[in-house]
């Protein structure tokens, strides 16, 4: 991932020591850099201490940030005292940058509170918040009111604010590829490229059928679809799969990968069934899955706001994103349930995996055009899930995410499948059906809710609900 960068506001007021702030900026650039941070803020020599304080102060730091516009993925702003709530709203105005915005108050030392050591950041922090709402800014807070700058309370803080200025930044201009026409079958997919549109997400389309044509003009030796085949097999075992069906496989990667690099996309989502059956005689599951696996997530069944929530989990962790079916409840248990799909998950969500065919429907179509599947048991790990998707009739784009943990309990299934416990589960599932969500959920091998919930909610403006 890109090394995220953050522009740095010191706050400072003249009626409290000014020691404080230029410790204040030492500490938060020093912290910054130890956990892999870039910063930029004002020299020494730029303002006292590299602080903002006055109005000139501001216009220093807001030319500042203007002039470094494209490295800055977000801005902190730092109260080693109580701060100057003018000199910070102005900094961020005038600067015109549109980024997340973490607001941190350096904690007072209850035995260090007179006027030589005394912060006032508790309430300082108050003052630039109410600053920045008459603006009509949004802005990020700390999880405790005040916290040390150096304390893993706000190390914890910082991480989750990268992953929130990673999703916001990551999701703007995103474009994504529509492969094939929504299963006939799948009214649960469908969607409003116009609200998406509206979000910064653009939805580039094809037909299958210039895919089967693009493909079908590939010989069996063109030197991309070899090394198609040579990815393939270190990807995934094959044993026991025609290696027909492994040059088909290689011939539709070869033209989706080119295709994808054309239109410069951030993702994919894939009529998967039945016409690749059918028509190509694969299953496009392992190609997918390789997708994934190298944060290029692709969804099934045209499942383009199942992408879209893919993605914003990949952004906040820089892991791989599933799609998985809300599928089984697991015996009587009411926090625990069966997540599967047949499947195209990232291998790295498994304990092992290996290439077969599709059981679902090899019934109907035939054994020998199915083969493509990527199944075993999903690995015990903690998780977020999350669902986007168009509320057309209401005009906005709505989302549910939380946590969960894959467990060890006994399961045996085809497919990719893992049991997942979710506290309130049933809490969770009535509001699925009562919002009347999509059967598909992304999840992703990280906790991320908190960072996903701010991203999407407050940066955004989605209706989002948070399961706890």
């Given at each position: 991932?890109?090394?995220?960068?953050?522009?740095?506001?010191?706050?400072?007021?003249?009626?409290?020591?000014?020691?404080?702030?230029?410790?204040?900026?030492?500490?938060?650039?020093?912290?910054?850099?130890?956990?892999?941070?870039?910063?930029?803020?004002?020299?020494?020599?730029?303002?006292?201490?590299?602080?903002?304080?006055?109005?000139?102060?501001?216009?220093?730091?807001?030319?500042?940030?203007?002039?470094?516009?494209?490295?800055?993925?977000?801005?902190?702003?730092?109260?080693?005292?109580?701060?100057?709530?003018?000199?910070?709203?102005?900094?961020?105005?005038?600067?015109?940058?549109?980024?997340?915005?973490?607001?941190?108050?350096?904690?007072?030392?209850?035995?260090?509170?007179?006027?030589?050591?005394?912060?006032?950041?508790?309430?300082?922090?108050?003052?630039?918040?109410?600053?920045?709402?008459?603006?009509?800014?949004?802005?990020?807070?700390?999880?405790?009111?005040?916290?040390?700058?150096?304390?893993?309370?706000?190390?914890?803080?910082?991480?989750?604010?990268?992953?929130?200025?990673?999703?916001?930044?990551?999701?703007?201009?995103?474009?994504?590829?529509?492969?094939?026409?929504?299963?006939?079958?799948?009214?649960?997919?469908?969607?409003?490229?116009?609200?998406?549109?509206?979000?910064?997400?653009?939805?580039?389309?094809?037909?299958?059928?210039?895919?089967?044509?693009?493909?079908?003009?590939?010989?069996?030796?063109?030197?991309?679809?070899?090394?198609?085949?040579?990815?393939?097999k270190k990807y995934v075992p094959t044993d026991g799969v025609p290696a027909e069906s492994l040059l088909r496989m290689a011939k539709f990667g070869t033209v989706v990968d080119s295709w994808v690099a054309d239109m410069d996309l951030n993702g994919t989502a894939i009529q998967c069934w039945t016409s690749l059956q059918e028509h190509f005689g694969i299953a496009s599951c392992t190609l997918m899955s390789m997708m994934s696996e190298s944060l290029m997530p692709?969804?099934?069944?045209?499942?383009?706001?199942?992408?879209?929530?893919?993605?914003?989990?990949?952004?906040?962790?820089?892991?791989?994103?599933?799609?998985?079916?809300?599928?089984?409840?697991?015996?009587?248990?009411?926090?625990?349930?069966?997540?599967?799909?047949?499947?195209?998950?990232?291998?790295?969500?498994?304990?092992?995996?290996?290439?077969?065919?599709?059981?679902?429907?090899?019934?109907?179509?035939?054994?020998?055009?199915?083969?493509?599947?990527?199944?075993?048991?999903?690995?015990?790990?903690?998780?977020?899930?999350?669902?986007?998707?168009?509320?057309?009739?209401?005009?906005?784009?709505?989302?549910?995410?939380?946590?969960?943990?894959?467990?060890?309990?006994?399961?045996?299934?085809?497919?990719?499948?893992?049991?997942?416990?979710?506290?309130?589960?049933?809490?969770?599932?009535?509001?699925?059906?009562?919002?009347?969500?999509?059967?598909?959920?992304?999840?992703?091998?990280?906790?991320?809710?908190?960072?996903?919930t701010e991203a999407l909610d407050n940066y955004m403006g989605w209706d989002i609900y948070r399961h706890i």
């Amino acid at each position: 991932m890109k090394k995220t960068t953050f522009g740095v506001i010191v706050g400072n007021r003249g009626f409290f020591p000014d020691s404080l702030a230029q410790q204040g900026r030492k500490d938060i650039l020093d912290v910054l850099k130890q956990n892999g941070y870039g910063a930029v803020t004002l020299k020494t020599t730029d303002t006292k201490f590299g602080s903002v304080e006055t109005f000139e102060d501001a216009k220093k730091c807001a030319a500042l940030f203007a002039e470094n516009s494209s490295d800055l993925d977000g801005i902190i702003v730092t109260l080693p005292n109580f701060g100057d709530e003018k000199g910070v709203a102005e900094s961020i105005k005038r600067s015109g940058i549109d980024v997340p915005i973490l607001i941190h108050a350096e904690a007072d030392d209850p035995g260090k509170m007179l006027i030589a050591n005394r912060r006032d950041s508790f309430c300082g922090k108050i003052s630039v918040c109410n600053n920045l709402r008459q603006a009509d800014i949004p802005y990020t807070l700390t999880e405790k009111h005040t916290v040390k700058v150096k304390s893993a309370a706000f190390k914890k803080d910082l991480n989750n604010f990268a992953a929130v200025c990673r999703i916001v930044n990551g999701m703007t201009n995103t474009r994504f590829g529509a492969i094939g026409a929504r299963t006939g079958a799948f009214n649960t997919v469908r969607y409003s490229e116009k609200l998406l549109e509206l979000a910064g997400i653009g939805v580039e389309t094809i037909d299958l059928s210039e895919m089967y044509g693009r493909a079908n003009a590939l010989s069996d030796d063109d030197k991309a679809v070899k090394a198609k085949i040579s990815k393939i097999k270190k990807y995934v075992p094959t044993d026991g799969v025609p290696a027909e069906s492994l040059l088909r496989m290689a011939k539709f990667g070869t033209v989706v990968d080119s295709w994808v690099a054309d239109m410069d996309l951030n993702g994919t989502a894939i009529q998967c069934w039945t016409s690749l059956q059918e028509h190509f005689g694969i299953a496009s599951c392992t190609l997918m899955s390789m997708m994934s696996e190298s944060l290029m997530p692709s969804a099934c069944e045209v499942d383009i706001t199942g992408l879209v929530g893919m993605y914003a989990l990949q952004l906040a962790s820089g892991e791989p994103s599933a799609i998985l079916d809300w599928n089984n409840n697991y015996g009587d248990s009411d926090d625990k349930c069966v997540l599967f799909h047949c499947s195209n998950l990232p291998k790295s969500f498994f304990k092992s995996a290996k290439m077969d065919y599709q059981e679902i429907i090899a019934g109907s179509v035939g054994k020998e055009n199915t083969y493509g599947t990527i199944v075993g048991r999903i690995k015990a790990a903690p998780a977020t899930f999350l669902r986007t998707a168009t509320d057309d009739a209401d005009g906005m784009i709505t989302a549910y995410v939380g946590e969960g943990n894959f467990t060890n309990d006994k399961l045996d299934s085809f497919g990719g499948y893992g049991v997942m416990q979710i506290p309130n589960l049933q809490l969770l599932m009535q509001h699925i059906c009562q919002m009347g969500f999509e059967h598909h959920v992304a999840v992703n091998m990280s906790q991320t809710a908190d960072a996903v919930t701010e991203a999407l909610d407050n940066y955004m403006g989605w209706d989002i609900y948070r399961h706890i």
